[in-house]
């Protein structure tokens, strides 16, 4: 009896994880220049609240912002990941999709 409550809670708590998921995931340079895959408002949130108060700037703002916003259901997760996107390319830690390495050399062939 007191079982049902409790997962029904949990499965509310996994969908509104699911929610906070990115379409497709942001890698940043973190630390010593390591790659991090961001995947959701959450992390995003996470990573930021991390984030150096010496290096924190307007960027950092209005995505710490928007995370929130997101966190708390006022704005889609997409919207979340555009102000991240912004923040990791005003702080230079944006990197780019990865192409796989058999697409890079049909590209070259292509090319050349």
Partial sequence: M?????????????QAMNRGQFEEPVTILVGMGFP???????????????W???????AHAVALNACKAGI???IDPETVRATLVTFARRNDILL???VSPAAALGNALHAG
């Fill in 2 to 14: 007191f079982g049902s409550p409790l997962v029904l809670h949990n499965r509310e708590e996994a």
């Fill in 36 to 50: 991090r895959k961001i995947e959701s408002v959450m992390e995003a949130y996470v990573l930021l609240q991390d």
């Fill in 52 to 58: 150096p108060a010496a290096s924190r700037n307007s």
């Fill in 72 to 74: 708390a259901g006022e």
């Fill in 96 to 98: 780019p999709d990865m």
